[in-house]
T-cell receptor
Framework: NAGVTQTPKFRVLKTGQSMTLLCAQD?????MYWYRQDPGMGLRLIHY???????AKGEVPDGYNVSRLKKQNFLLGLESAAPSQTSVYFC?????????????FGDGTRLSIL | RKEVEQDPGPFNVPEGATVAFNCTYS??????FFWYRQDCRKEPKLLMS???SGNEDGRFTAQLNRASQYISLLIRDSKLSDSATYLC????????????FGSGTRLLVRP
């Protein structure tokens, strides 16, 4: 019962490098989300998707890009990593627009930018 | 004002104690309310949804007060395993599916 799977679990990058974080869900959820979590702050929404082929900006989208080519996958890209992007990244998914639809999270990617 | 505000704690209680957390939210039109639990360095996990009439799940009771725009979580007979950070979550102003997470209240249950 995999649920939401994130890869990689840990990564260290140098400033200016690029990388892609992968999120995969096997629950046939329409909606997917990328968050970052920093110490003392709540989860902040980076980008989200309401269906295959669609993406939208969240609260803190600058410096990130996303793609949702397949319903089950949501990719988060860092084109030119900066130290300010050091964080824990969580992917989540949910069923849809109805109220009281919780989000289900992957176990996170810990990213350090040197 | 933050959209969702919580007392960061920590709340340090002995095993068996009853502890309550409150959370306030700013969007009077919010319709979805949840409590999530997050263990150290782990992902948030849904603890329970919060319904208008209040709801209970074992030792956990959630209440919603729409007039005052606050949500509460009561934990009875605290266990060591309840030690975690509890996140109050409300849907955002512009949609039902975008959730706003509070920064969390940390609970430490001691033997």
């Amino acid at each position: 019962n995999a649920g939401v799977t994130q890869t990689p679990k840990f990564r260290v990058l140098k400033t200016g490098q690029s990388m892609t974080l992968l999120c995969a869900q096997d629950m046939n959820h329409e909606y997917m989300y990328w968050y970052r979590q920093d110490p003392g702050m709540g989860l902040r929404l980076i980008h989200y998707s309401v269906g295959e082929g669609t993406t939208a900006k969240g609260e803190v989208p600058d410096g990130y890009n996303v793609s949702r080519l397949k319903k089950q996958n949501f990719l988060l890209g860092l084109e030119s990593a900066a130290p300010s992007q050091t964080s824990v990244y969580f992917c989540a998914s949910s069923t849809g627009r109805q109220i009281n639809q919780p989000q289900h999270f992957g176990d996170g990617t810990r990213l350090s930018i040197l | 004002r933050k959209e969702v505000e919580q007392d960061p704690g920590p709340f340090n209680v002995p095993e068996g104690a009853t502890v309550a957390f409150n959370c306030t939210y700013s969007n009077s039109a919010s319709q979805s309310f949840f409590w999530y639990r997050q263990d150290c360095r782990k992902e948030p996990k849904l603890l329970m949804s919060v319904y208008s009439s209040g709801n209970e799940d074992g030792r956990f009771t959630a209440q919603l007060n729409r007039a005052s725009q606050y949500i509460s979580l009561l934990i009875r007979d605290s266990k060591l395993s309840d030690s975690a950070t509890y996140l109050c979550v409300v849907n955002g102003m512009d949609s039902s599916y975008k959730l706003i997470f509070g920064s969390g209240t940390r609970l430490l249950v001691r033997p």
